[in-house]
């Protein structure tokens, strides 16, 4: 009987050796995978060379064993999650301070991504208060983001402090400015600002070879072609840039496979956080467009393309086994292994 309780064996790194060879049984091509040398549970890493040769949502990929027996296996999407929420304090900038009405806080984003929301922790009290949310990238000049927003009551954290929260539509803005109306009345005693992460959100990416990058720059419009060796999936592109200093461009990305370029990324490149794009797209060529308006061009040293660490999850006896890719219309497998994913 298999104990699903067994720890799960150390990630197996694929081979491609004979990875476009062509093989019985109507599939196109086969990856080996490291021999087992006992049995247990195993994280398959998919290596972005294996999934460009595989269908959407992987449909057509198996499992082999050594006698051409199909295994099961937990696809990505299904495999078990073990999110542990931790707190991200924002460093505040200068005091606290209290002007007339108004109670200030400015803190710092520096995770270099937008938020949504903020947790406030302070010291117990029994109030509800309203507060606008500005935001800046340079703390001269604010923009708004939330006005008159209602600070309820503050409910009991895990870590045994008082939590405030305020939700607000994404916002990347490197500081955050937040005004409380206390009118004549005394101040809340703000201790933390910040948010709450999970530790499933910490994506591990693998660098996917980039055949070629152009750039041309056009009027106000800086346009990018990015050429790929194969049909990768495409998660994340990082921009090496050379001047200026600052920066903040908007930016559509293209997949250009077909007859007309489809739009599957609006973002913005900013010389305050990391120079990433973030997308889920299948492609061999990419068209980047940034918009200049009255600005210089970025020049561009250099564009990675990378692909989201994507794993199976097997029970593996000792042996050899591999993947098979590329039967023609193939059907998602139904396999029992999914019912017991909480389980391993």
């Known amino acids: 009987m298999i104990n699903l309780n ?5 990630t197996i790194l694929l081979i491609f050796g004979c990875l476009l060879v062509k093989i019985a049984y109507g599939q196109k091509y086969r990856a080996n995978i490291q021999t087992i040398d006992s049995a247990g549970f195993y994280k398959i890493l998919l290596q972005p060379q294996l999934i460009a040769k595989t269908e959407s949502a992987l449909i057509d ?16 999407t299904g495999l078990p999650v073990n999110e542990k929420p931790f707190f991200v304090e924002f460093p505040k900038v200068g005091a606290i301070v209290k002007v007339d009405s108004l109670t200030t806080i400015i803190a710092e984003n520096n995770l270099g991504k937008p938020v949504s ?7 117990n009290t029994n109030v509800i208060r309203t507060m606008n949310l500005t935001g800046s990238d340079d703390l001269k000049h604010w923009f ?3 006005e008159g927003a209602l600070l309820n009551q503050p409910d009991l954290g895990e870590d045994g402090e008082y939590v405030m929260t305020i939700n607000f539509p994404a916002s990347n803005y490197h500081y955050l400015r937040i005004s409380v109306n206390d009118k004549t009345r005394a ?22 070879l980039t055949a070629r990058f152009t750039q041309r720059d056009s009027g106000k419009i800086t346009i990018i072609n990015v050429w790929l060796n194969d049909k990768y999936q495409v998660n994340k592109l990082h921009f090496t840039i050379k001047g200026p200093k600052y920066y903040k461009r908007n930016v559509l990305v293209y997949n250009v496979l077909g007859k007309k370029p489809e739009l599957v990324s609006d973002a913005e490149l900013n010389s305050v956080i990391p120079s990433d794009l973030f997308l889920m797209e299948k492609t061999s060529h990419l068209e980047i467009r940034i918009d200049n308006a009255d600005n210089l061009p970025l020049q561009i040293n250099n564009v990675e393309a990378f692909q989201t660490a994507n794993y199976v999850l097997s029970y593996l006896e000792k042996g050899q086994y591999c993947f098979t890719i590329g039967k023609p219309n193939a059907e998602q497998p139904n396999y029992d292994l999914k019912f017991f994913k909480d389980s391993l």
Not at 6 to 10: D, E, L, R, T, Y
Not at 63 to 75: C, H
């Open 144 to 146: 708004a983001i939330e």
């Open 187 to 208: 101040p809340i005693n703000f201790l933390e600002v910040g948010i709450y992460n999970s530790s499933a959100e910490q994506k591990a990416y693998l660098p996917i």
């Open 61 to 76: 990929l198996r499992l082999m064993d050594s006698k051409d027996r199909e295994i099961p296996y937990v696809p990505p």
């Open 117 to 123: 929301n903020l947790w406030l922790k302070v010291k």
């Open 6 to 10: 067994q720890m799960i064996k150390n």
